[in-house]
């Protein structure tokens, strides 16, 4: 069995899981609702204060999807009890970001401005040079972050740019002149 998919998803308290018979689930929960078409082939069922997941057979396109199937729905339903946060910090002289309503305004160095509009679901907040993004989906959460970055990824030679919070930049040394 998989270590991960044979684990049972605990239903906290204040949380409501509901699945189809056509493996579409739905989690309520005090900052939100998800939904999710999960694989057909897996059986998903709700016992007492548990989501149980079972797979057909071993394949190993069977046990493959039976961790995720798993993991899915706990990031569910720990998205709608806690939500999920990433945090990003911005290095360099002269780059800034500012919020203007729904709009993350960034000076990276360019010649012009780079503004980002927050997806549906997901919140940035921006205090002193960390971004902190904020939402129920962890998929959401993670790419808004991903397209954060990648505007300007941190450089190896002097570290400017932007990077998550705790993430190392392995340094390169400069040219050296004779």
């Known amino acids: 069995m998989s270590r991960i998919g044979r684990l049972p998803v605990v239903i906290p308290a204040g949380v409501e899981v509901k699945v189809t ?3 579409y689930i739905t989690v309520k929960g005090p900052k939100g609702t ?13 016992e007492g204060a548990e989501v ?25 339903v720990e998205g709608v009890t806690n939500g999920f946060e990433k945090k990003l910090e911005i290095q360099g002289v002269g780059y800034r970001a500012a919020k203007n ?34 939402g129920i989906n962890k998929e959401d959460v993670g790419q808004y972050a991903a397209e954060i970055r990648a505007k300007r990824k941190p450089e190896p030679y002097k570290g ?16 050296t002149g004779k």
């Open 21 to 23: 018979e056509d493996n």
């Open 34 to 46: 998800l939904e999710r078409l999960l694989v057909p082939q897996m059986s998903v069922k709700v």
């Open 52 to 76: 149980v997941v079972t797979r057909p057979n071993d394949l190993k396109k069977m046990k493959s999807f039976h961790g995720l199937t798993r993991t899915l729905i706990a990031n569910m």
């Open 101 to 134: 309503g729904k709009n993350l305004d960034l000076s990276l160095g360019y010649s012009h401005p780079v503004n980002m509009v927050d997806p549906e679901g997901v919140e940035s907040v921006v205090e002193g040079n960390i971004i902190k993004i904020s």
């Open 160 to 175: 400017k740019g932007i990077r998550y919070v705790g993430e190392i930049v392995r340094r390169k040394e400069g040219k």
